[in-house]
Nanobody, 123 residues
Framework: QLQLVESGGGLVQPGGSLRLSCAAS????????IGWFRQAPGKEREGVSC????????TYADAVKGRFTTSRDNAKNTVYLQMNNLLSEDTAVYYCAADLYSCGSGPEEYDYWGQGTQVTVSL
């Protein structure tokens, strides 16, 4: 079993920045790739990024490339999502999820999910 807890969400103006954290606990958290997903009201959950077990590979959705960066500190069992130049369309609940050994191609492949943290980008 693995537990994931997100934090760092909040209200920010367009062009601002936030850093989300995903703290993992339980059995062998460092064996899992960690993905970030988001879901806006009335929309399907979409993938934002993923980071490999060792942190040497990352992938990003086109909508966030160049603005978001994911990283991990395995000593702290924590994954981060640095979000810069935020846009109103980034408003959503953000979730982190864990997939054993490698990044899954879709949310259905992830084994564990956090409870989510709200990010609102507005004046």
């Amino acid at each position: 079993q693995l537990q994931l807890v997100e934090s760092g969400g909040g209200l920010v103006q367009p062009g601002g920045s936030l850093r989300l954290s995903c703290a993992a606990s339980g059995v062998r958290p460092n064996y899992y790739a960690i993905g970030w997903f988001r879901q806006a009201p009335g929309k399907e959950r979409e993938g934002v990024s993923c980071i490999s077990v060792r942190g040497d590979r990352t992938t990003y959705a086109d909508a966030v490339k160049g603005r978001f960066t994911t990283s991990r500190d395995n000593a702290k069992n924590t994954v981060y999502l640095q979000m810069n130049n935020l846009l109103s369309e980034d408003t959503a609940v953000y979730y982190c999820a864990a997939d054993l050994y490698s990044c899954g191609s879709g949310p259905e492949e992830y084994d564990y999910w956090g409870q989510g943290t709200q990010v609102t980008v507005s004046l």
